[in-house]
């Protein structure tokens, strides 16, 4: 058992938070979307801010905020008034640091130089743009409604609007895609020069329309080998080019990793407001509704929405979290940090994981930090699966 | 009642031309039950009566029947098994009759079983009399059937009744047909007595069953009896006849069809085709030869989970209770833990068993290919007889090796000769002969309906023979087979390699001609279903050290939950769990993890 001192784990809870709002909203769902996102409602929006306001004074304890994330659907279908009234509400809410890291996702079909400037005025600091693809037959497949054409611009409207943290997200292990053509996406990208990228292998759950015409073989399936090679390249031709490689899927030049999500990959607390929003406090995993109308409805009595999740984090769960998604940075973990945040080494309380991990060429560990070897980042979850608790701890409703 | 009043009779007739329907119309008819407590209680299929349970089971029928000259005969009604696999059970409920009344469908004709069971008739010297049923279908071809019935049969169109059991039609013609032609028993009640079994099953309240046939003497409860083929002493706990619900008598006589309750624990002490005597005055000689049924395909049965070994025992144990031609051993495999070796008389008795097996004791099974039984000569002049391909000895050690052969009989339009000739053929099968039955003169656009004889190894029966047999000619052939003995054969081993690691399960005996085509089979199936590991895994199929197939499973490149973020850890870390949970489901063969599924699939592969 995990000598685990209550006192502390309360003292981590109260300290500062991230804080994320979704939005689910978008023009049109694309064709690889398993995304909590609803078409059509656009509507519907100025009810929604309404909404996620209210949820704001209701779930505040006060807390110090040191970055707040805009995420969707497609954020930027919010005007620059809504995200600035939002911003408003939050400072006089919560303890949000000057220097906090504002990110809004945006899509690049929904920007211009106007909107990104009144943006930027509002008070977001960094913009991530999806990007996905310079290709447009790619773009197509992927059911996106920008053209490259729109997403150089965009970069262009980004920059010109004053933003000096922006990043770009690309999609490989397409269909069709060749070790050719990736090869020129990540040029081209890197000649963009954005200060922060992240890479990511097409996924697709049951639901998304791309599988089925997968199945159907209406187009070629994902070739899992070519993926690997694509990762390899990527990783290869971006530490040429000066970005540091610093999660399994993002890279960041010096000084420009994203700070929200380095939260998760600590384990740390965060604050989930919207539909589908989840947070992570006082030791509970928590989530609200995936449904845009219940959620809507729901802020009556003045109290917030129930949870839709709510799972009860155990000392040997939180461990177990901490190893998995640490692990994802390519700086690992410190042992010390475990030590002192669990009261155990866990080189010998996951002794046998690490060695198997590691005799598989997946891990490799010092006396003071472990993490994952090259092969291990795309082997992730062979190494994963090992540190989980031996029973499942933590009940859903 | 005078045993000159006595019909003993059974119905035999190939699978579902009527037998069961003809039956319970015959017991409506003589007013044994009345229509609606038919269908739940009477012969039925062989797979009803299993699933109905022991107790309903009425393999004998007494009837009482009011004839048109007044008197009242008693008829026994015997129910016979339908499958070639109990060709032997059979034989010996025919030696418990007088006469048979065969049953043929109009709109099918003469099928394989109905002409094995005719021959058996006939040498059992039974009266048989010829019922042409169903002929109220639309389908009926009446003449023509008439035609095959005498021209393979030899009974003239004037001795063949017309009915339809299904409405009753013509039955009651029958009824008198039975009574004046079959002839009452013979037999003498003062002699010693004598007793064929005809069947058994096991009760849990008064032991072992025994239906029997009384050729000479009595019967009666408390009756010291003795088994004479296989020497079971027993005393009667009691003894009746099937009406068809037990009905308890006070003595049994000769000429007369009814049941004892032994007391005994197990079928197997109370054998079918057996003759029972009395201890005092006993016969001197039994009415048949007595021979124990052989199984002929045998198969490994295991628990799909380790942990249900000891349920699987159970069950077997109380399933052979009922069942004394089922064998079975136990055995152990590195790949599929404990299990047992089991024997069959066929491929529908493993069927029949499998199935129990799962429906009635709620278990899930994992059952290696059949195959057969080899003899096995070796170098040292030792002979073997093996049932387990693991024990098929090195090929050095090998003198001789011999497998069971059978006579196949296929009934089938002309049409398919060709495509059932090549399938037998195909099948290592020898050609004896081909006969045309009937002279139809409009055979229809199928042809006219032939008999194909020939022999051939067993062994080629046991995999996809019978779904083509039926496949190659849209349903219309029938077969029937029989045991011939043993011949030598050119056979060999054919080992599956995982990762270096012999699979034991996998092994099977087959003609060396064929080693390569399997052996591919099986190496692709194996590397289709059994996911990249984190190493590569080399896949053989190999006859001793001679490879004759091989693949390789390349390791897997990429396995990552690329996107983790804070709405995503919950279900991310789910998706862990499963995938762990997944590992925990698989079999580790030589370090590599094999979901069951795979190997379930090769060890089902046919071809």
Known sequence: MIGYCRAKRLNLMSQDIALYIHFPFCRRRCSYCSFVSYQGRESDIPDYVNALEKELALRTDGQKVHSIYFGGGTPSLLSPQHIHDMLHTIHSLFAVDEASEVTLEANPSTVDEIYLTAVRKAGVNRLSLGVQSLVDGELALLGRIHTASEARDAVQFARIAGFTNLSLDLIYGLPGQTIASWREALEEVIELGPEHISLYPLTLEDDAPLRTAIQRREIPPIDPDLTADQYELAQDTLAAHGYLHYEISNWARDGYKCKHNMVYWHNLPYLGIGVAAHSYIHGHRLANTTDLDSYLNAFSHNLPPAWELDEDIEPELELSETVILGLRLSEGLCLENIRSRFGIDLLKHYGQQVDEAAGFGLLEYTDKRIRLTRQGRLLGNEVFWRFLPNKTVGADP | ?607
């Open chain 2, 1 to 607: 009642m005078d045993k000159s009043s006595i019909r003993n009779f059974c119905i035999i007739a190939h699978i579902d031309h009527g037998k069961s329907t003809l039956a319970d119309r015959l017991i409506e008819l003589t007013g044994a039950m009345r229509r609606e407590e038919i269908r739940e209680q009477v012969m039925d299929s062989m797979e009803l009566e299993r699933e109905r349970g022991i107790t309903i089971k009425a393999k004998a029928i007494r009837l009482d029947y009011k004839a048109n000259d007044g008197k009242t005969y008693r008829l026994n009604l015997i129910d016979t098994p339908g499958h070639v696999d109990f060709s032997y059970e059979v034989s010996r409920t025919l030696a418990a009759c007088e006469g048979a009344v065969l049953v043929v469908d109009a709109s099918q004709g003469i099928q394989a079983q109905t002409l094995a069971n005719v021959y058996l008739a006939m040498e059992h010297n039974l009266e048989i009399i010829p019922v042409l049923n169903k002929i109220d279908l639309p389908t009926a071809e009446i003449d023509r059937v008439i035609d095959e019935i005498e021209s393979v049969l030899g009974y003239g169109p004037e001795n063949v009744m017309h009915i339809s059991a299904k409405t009753g039609l013509g039955v009651p013609q029958l009824l008198e047909k039975i009574v004046q032609r079959i002839p009452p028993p013979g037999g003498n009640v003062d002699s010693p007595l004598r007793a064929l079994i005809f069947d058994s099953h096991y009760d849990s309240y008064k032991g072992v069953i025994a239906y029997l046939r009384i050729t000479d003497g009595q019967i009666s409860k408390g009756s010291k009896l003795r088994l004479m083929g296989q020497g079971t002493e027993l005393e009667v706990l009691e003894v009746g006849y099937f009406a068809p619900e037990p009905c308890p008598v006070q003595t049994l006589s000769a000429g007369d069809v009814g049941y004892i309750a032994t007391g005994l624990k197990n079928v197997a002490e109370c054998r079918v085709g057996d003759t029972i005597t009395s201890i005092s005055n006993g016969a001197r000689e039994p009415l048949l030869g007595y021979r124990p049924t052989k199984p002929m395909v045998f198969a490994g049965v295991y628990p799909t989970e380790p942990d249900d070994y000891l349920e699987l025992r159970e069950a077997i144990e109380k399933l052979s209770l009922n069942d004394a031609s089922f064998t079975y051993q136990p055995e152990s495999s590195p790949l599929l833990g404990h299990g047992f070796r089991c024997g069959f008389l066929g491929l529908l008795h493993l069927d029949i068993v499998r199935e129990r097996l799962e429906r009635e004791f709620f278990l899930s099974l994992v059952v290696t290919a059949p195959g057969v039984s080899f003899i096995v000569t070796k170098t040292n002049g030792q002979t073997v007889t093996m049932v387990n391909p693991g024990d098929l000895p090195l090929p050095h050690e090998i003198e001789k090796v011999e497998e069971p052969w059978v006579s196949i009989s296929v009934i089938t339009p002309s049409k398919f000769i060709g495509p059932l000739m090549d399938l037998i053929m195909g099948c290592g099968g020898v050609h004896k002969r081909t006969e045309y039955l009937g002279h139809s003169k409009t055979p229809g656009e199928l042809g006219q309906r032939v008999q194909l004889e020939y022999d051939m190894p067993l062994r080629s029966m046991l995999t996809t023979f019978y779904d083509q047999l039926k496949s190659r000619s849209q349903g219309y052939a029938s077969m029937d087979y029989e045991f011939i003995g043993y011949r030598e054969a050119k056979l060999v081993k054919l080992d599956v390699l995982v990762n270096g690691v012999l699979v034991d399960a996998f092994s099977r005996i087959i003609p060396p001609e064929k080693a390569h085509d399997i052996g591919e089979a099986i190496v692709s199936k194996l590397k289709e279903e059994i996911p990249r590991q984190l190493f590569q895994v080399p896949l053989q199929a190999a006859v001793g050290s001679r490879i004759v197939a091989r693949a390789n499973i390349p390791a897997k490149r990429k396995d990552v939950l690329a996107k983790c973020y804070g709405g995503d850890v919950t279900r991310k870390r789910k998706l862990l769990e499963k995938q762990k949970e997944g590992k925990k489901k698989m079999k580790s063969i030589g370090k590599v993890e094999v979901p069951k599924e795979a190997f379930m699939s090769v060890l089902k592969l046919n071809w």
